[in-house]
């Protein structure tokens, strides 16, 4: 069993400063861990003693030991036959960019799923559905479009939903409205932007409970959020890619509607008979007034 199969197991109950730790390792596994154990901690944002408990909760009696199992880790991966096998790949299918970015994508996809854990993603999927709270959804300039549709799709799962325009002068103004029954859900990646950062600072001191979607340099915000989700952004373009931030979202959608499809779907009706009762009115509305000129 690898430490990624020990990090993914349920049963290790986890703080959140060594959940942070978790995350670091995870979005850069295993070269998180293979510096000091000073190192680790920085960039994790978290104290020497929590990398120690973290380690000591995963069944060693010391952080070289941790490293030794790390270390062999690598060795056996950079020996595969598999992994030579795909390194080739990756290097033939860049001679064509289209096929190079495909399967450059599917690699980051896989590699998402490879870094899932369960736990943490249920502890998201508690928060959305969680009908007692109002839910906002917050993009940056390249992301808004993440937090616009996945809007989309949670105001027809469930009420009190909501998105942001972030460009807006009054940005700040919604603060205003936070409190511990508000959930923001805000997608921030590099270059991390500073009105989306501060926003959902003020929204952790308002008691909100923070979402994060992000990459694995991590936003500051994960400093505070609750729960975070991190995907890989690099591709062959000279631009950061969002597919996996997307395949998070449909995930998440699809998740939150195996938890409650009748309720969903009865709510779906809804929306639908809704529809078709406006639009029927609406084309009556307007013949009557083509009757009239």
Not at 223 to 252: R, W
């Amino acid at each position: 069993m690898t430490i990624r199969d020990i990090l993914d197991s349920s049963a290790i109950k986890l703080t959140s400063a060594e959940k942070k730790a978790v995350r670091t390792l995870l979005s850069n596994y295993p070269s998180a861990g293979l510096g000091t154990v000073a190192g680790f901690a920085s960039r994790a944002g978290v104290s020497v003693p929590t990398i120690l408990r973290l380690v000591a909760k995963l069944g060693y009696a010391g952080y070289a030991a941790f490293q030794k199992d790390l270390i062999e880790e690598v060795s056996e991966q950079l020996n595969s036959p598999l992994s030579m096998l795909d390194t080739r790949r990756a290097t033939a299918g860049t001679e064509n960019t289209y096929v190079g970015i495909m399967h450059n994508l599917a690699d980051a996809l896989n590699q998402t799923a490879a870094a899932h854990r369960q736990q943490e993603f249920d502890a998201i999927l508690d928060l959305l559905a969680d009908e007692r709270s109002n839910i906002y959804c917050l993009g940056g300039r390249f992301s808004a479009v993440l937090a616009l549709r996945l809007w989309m799709h949670l105001s027809q799962l469930r009420p009190g939903v909501a998105v942001i325009e972030n460009l807006s002068s009054r940005l700040f103004d919604r603060v205003a409205d936070f409190n511990s029954q508000t959930t923001l859900v805000v997608f921030d990646y590099r270059r991390y932007q500073n009105d989306v950062i501060e926003f959902a600072r003020l929204a952790h001191e308002a008691r909100a409970r923070i979402i994060l979607f992000t990459d694995r340099w991590m936003s500051p915000i994960s400093n505070f959020a609750d729960q975070v989700l991190v995907s890989p952004i690099e591709t062959l373009s000279p631009y950061d890619s969002k597919v996996v931030a997307f395949a998070q979202c449909e995930a998440i959608i699809a998740s939150l509607v195996k938890r409650s499809p009748d309720k969903i779907r009865e709510r779906l009706a809804t929306i639908e008979a809704l529809r078709q009762k406006g639009e029927s009115q609406a084309y009556q509305t307007e013949n009557r007034h083509d009757d009239k000129t």
